[in-house]
């Protein structure tokens, strides 16, 4: 399901159904049928729950302004961060 929630949040945020000239309607009307295809032999109801994820992924998804950072992340500085957790 995990994966269904990125696939909605992805095309939410993404620019391609735009450059490609994609409805929102078009998109769900496709997914929903390769959820039937992948899914339909389990069931009705667990290709609604599937696709219910998919949409709460691509409805929920908000941007998050962050402050500036106080000085450009170099390789190196990031490098640090990053294996700190494993020196200790």
């Known amino acids: 399901m995990q994966g269904n ?3 909605g949040a992805f095309f ?3 620019p391609m159904l735009q450059e490609f000239g994609i409805t929102q309607e078009q ?3 496709v997914v929903f049928k ?3 295809k992948k899914f339909g032999k389990l069931g009705d109801a667990v290709v609604q729950s599937n696709m219910e994820v998919m949409l709460q992924g ?3 998804v908000k941007e998050i302004t ?3 950072l106080p000085r450009p ?3 190196a500085f990031a490098a640090r ?3 700190r957790s494993s020196r200790q």
Do not use: G, M
């Open 12 to 14: 939410a945020v993404s």
């Open 27 to 29: 998109f769900r009307d």
């Open 81 to 83: 961060l990053c294996c």
């Open 73 to 75: 992340i170099t390789p």
């Open 34 to 36: 390769q959820y039937v």
């Open 58 to 60: 691509f409805e929920r």
């Open 66 to 68: 962050i402050a500036p």
């Open 5 to 7: 929630a990125f696939l």
